[in-house]
């Protein structure tokens, strides 16, 4: 079955009022990302979503590159303005995160998780990922990109990561419109946006967030530059740092950019 993913098939599942209005479709692009940054300094409004079908120089986190091959994933950027404090902008990652867990599972029927702060997950691997990239001037935000990537409807994926992520169709068997995934996101989205813009942080979300989020009442390593420790996470707080308690009873709460955890015997 081919499943049909273009500028129109998204627009029709999409029930937004603002974000995605106007959106661009690429066939193939290097990044949705960097097409939305080009635009942002041309001068282009809050709303303006990317995406596209195949991306040849994707961008994950750290560095990484993300593969985005033809036919099959979604890559999907969102420009935002926001008029709030830089420092307060990594939380709208974890908005993203929660919104794509949501849009998956409306449309999948899979009971996907985050893994915090932002990886999608799916019975142990990872299935969906966020980079959110942001420009700040004297205090204030210009703007700030947040971009997903799903694995949709790949049957295999490259062999380095293979052990450790997946797709909607490896876990379902079943083929899943790109069109309706890429809709129901963004809907979600917007949403949880209003909610985090309303708040200034993460309260209003933190409930939801936390319960579909692995790292609560679970072992976690975490990865601090300053050194490593083992200890139990309990979800997150109202800024979107996890709280974990170490194994000598202290609490410590961990602020996303710098440092990344695992489950203590693998990934999740
Ligand atoms: C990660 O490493 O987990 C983040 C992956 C983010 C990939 C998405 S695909 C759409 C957008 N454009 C990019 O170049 N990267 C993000």
Redesign the pocket.
């Known amino acids: 079955m081919k499943d049909e993913y273009d500028h129109d098939s998204i627009l029709e599942n999409l029930h937004t009022s603002w974000l995605g209005r106007e959106l661009l479709f690429f066939r193939e692009t290097g990044?949705?990302?960097?097409e939305l940054k080009q635009r942002a300094a041309d001068g282009a409004k809050e709303g303006l979503v990317a995406a596209a079908d195949i991306?040849s120089k994707?961008?994950?986190?750290k560095g990484?590159e993300?593969t985005?091959p033809e036919g099959v994933n979604i890559?999907?950027?969102y420009l935002l303005r926001p008029d709030i404090p830089p420092d307060s902008a990594p939380m709208i990652t974890l908005v993203m995160a929660l919104a794509a867990a949501k849009g998956i599972r409306e449309v999948s029927a899979l009971d996907v998780k985050i893994k915090w702060p932002n990886?999608i997950v799916m019975n142990g691997k990872k299935l969906a990922?966020?980079?959110t990239e942001m420009t700040a001037e004297q205090g204030h935000i210009g703007e700030v990109i947040v971009?997903?990537?799903i694995n949709v409807n790949a049957a295999s994926l490259p062999d380095e990561i293979k052990d450790k992520a997946t797709s909607i169709f490896m876990e379902s068997g079943k083929i899943c419109s790109r069109a309706k995934v890429a809709a129901a996101v963004t809907d979600a989205f917007e949403g949880y946006y209003a909610t985090f813009l309303k708040d200034g942080d993460l309260r209003g979300l933190r409930e939801e967030y936390n319960a579909s989020c692995v790292n609560v009442n679970a072992g976690v390593r975490v990865l601090d530059p300053a050194g490593e420790y083992d200890g139990t996470a309990h979800g997150i707080d109202e800024r979107g740092e996890l709280i974990v308690t170490k194994e000598d009873g202290s609490e410590e709460r961990i602020y996303a950019g710098e440092v990344s955890v695992r489950g203590i015997y693998g990934y999740v």
């Open positions: 990044s949705t990302n960097d991306q994707g961008k994950g986190r990484r993300w985005t890559a999907m950027s990886d990922g966020i980079l971009g997903t990537g």
